[in-house]
C-alpha cells in the first residue's frame, strides 16, 4: 500500500481508498467481516460530550469533541475514538495512512512551550508538546448495559522506535464512588499502577494523557543497555501506537489503532 497523504478534509488516496469530501474516512474489516468506516476527523457522539458544556468532552477543561478519529460499530453499539492535540491547545489532523494501513498523526518534538498560533498560554518543561485524547463509549445504543458487563483494553507503545512495547491496561469499575464528573472507571496494569481519573459516566469514560507522565517506563534507546530518559531528550522524535479494544458478552471485539509519530517541528 502506498503512503496516503491527508489535505485538510479530503483523503488523498490510490489502491484502498476512496476520495472523500467533507470528513474523510477510510473502510477497515472488523472481526465480523463487516464494513466498519475509520473517520479521521469526526465529532464524538452526543452521548460521549459533557452535558453540562455540549461540543466538548467530559475529560478535561474544555477540550473540543471535534477532529477525531473515530469508528462507530452500530452492531454492538460501541465508539471508540482518539485525537492528538497541542497540550492546553489546538487539535493535531492525522497526516496520512502509512505503509502499515493505519492512521497515522504528526506531532511535535519538545516540551511545551508557549505557543499562541497553536492556543497554548503557557511553557512546561516537565510535559511533552501533545496529548493524547480517548473515548470508549457504549451509550450510543440505547439498551446497552454499562461499561463494566465490558472487557476494555487500552494499549500504550512505550518504544520510540519502529518497533512496540505495549503497555497493557484493563479497564475496571473503581471502588469509590465517582465524584464530580469522574466516570467510575480505571484503567490498571497487573502491577496494580493506572490510569484512575477518567472522566464520563457509566456508559462513556474518556481521559488525556502525555508522554511525559511514563517517563519512567519509556526508554528512548532501547538498544542501549539500561533505561535511557525520553525526558532527557526533551520528548524527542519516535513512535508511539495507542490502541482502544472494547468487547461486549456477545459480538467482535471493537478496536482502534493510531500511531503518533513524534516529529522535529
Known sequence: MKRQILYGLCLITSVAYAVQQGPALADDDDDDRKRVKT???????????????PGTMWAGTGIPSTNFVLRRFEKSGIELAIKAHYRQGF??????IGTDGLVHIEVPAGHQVVDPANGVPVERFD???????????????????????????????????????????????LTDTPAGQKSGYGWILRSGAGIMDDEGTPQVTQNSQNLAFYEAVIDADPSTPGQQSYAATDYG?????????????????????????????
Open 39 to 53: 473517520y479521521l476527523r469526526a465529532d464524538l457522539d452526543p452521548t460521549a460530550q459533557d452535558s453540562g458544556a
Open 91 to 96: 487539535d493535531i489532523l492525522p497526516s496520512h
Open 127 to 173: 510535559r511533552a508538546r501533545w496529548n493524547f485524547s480517548y473515548s470508549y463509549n457504549v451509550a450510543i445504543e440505547p439498551g446497552n448495559p454499562d461499561l463494566d458487563a465490558f472487557r476494555g483494553l487500552l494499549l500504550l507503545d512505550v518504544d520510540p522506535s519502529k518497533k512496540t512495547d505495549y503497555l497493557k491496561f484493563r479497564l475496571k469499575k
Open 237 to 265: 522524535p519516535g513512535e508511539f501506537d495507542v490502541q482502544l479494544l472494547l468487547k461486549g458478552k456477545k459480538g467482535p471485539v471493537a478496536r482502534l489503532h493510531v500511531v503518533f509519530d513524534v516529529v522535529d517541528p
